[in-house]
């Protein structure tokens, strides 16, 4: 094998990962532009924006075409605040699960280290903060 070439299973999840966090950006930006600079959506649009560069950076170390953001004028807009918090916190539950998923897919560090701190950054700031926001009571699990 390769090194510097990704196997299916590897180039599918980096896929999957860059498409959802284009998603959730595009979604929390659209909150934001329907409800102004509300917490913590214009917080947590700023950390999407981080965690797309971070994937970018590995389609880049890995010579890999990035596939274009889908969701621009594409994402859920919601009635209340209310509403976009408990909606958006699924979003995070949902990442999360992205994340487990493709931490099966490779052995690779710099890979693992990205797939890693971005999903301990959404199940360990983001989610709570919606739940905050929605009103929910903050709890474990996925």
């Not at 094998?1 to 929390?28: C, F, G, I, Q, W």
């Not at 916190?89 to 487990?100: L, S």
Request: with cysteine; aromatic share 8%; net charge neutral.
């Amino acid at each position: 094998m390769n090194p510097a070439v990704l196997n299916e299973s590897e180039l599918v999840s980096l896929k999957e990962a860059l498409d959802d966090e284009y998603r959730s950006y595009e979604t929390y930006a659209q909150v934001v532009r329907d409800f102004g600079s509300v917490r913590p959506f214009i917080n947590i649009v700023d950390a999407e924006a981080r965690h797309i560069s971070a994937l970018l950076t590995l389609f880049e170390a890995y010579n890999i075409a990035a596939p274009a953001n889908r969701w621009p004028g594409q994402v859920s807009r919601f009635s209340t605040l209310e509403e976009a918090c408990a909606k958006s916190a699924q979003g995070e539950i949902d990442n999360v699960a992205i994340y487990d998923r493709a931490l099966l897919t490779t052995q690779r560090p710099d890979i693992l280290a990205v797939y890693h701190a971005l999903r301990a950054a959404s199940q360990d700031r983001h989610l709570p903060a919606f739940r905050r926001c929605g009103g929910q009571r903050s709890r474990g699990g996925r």
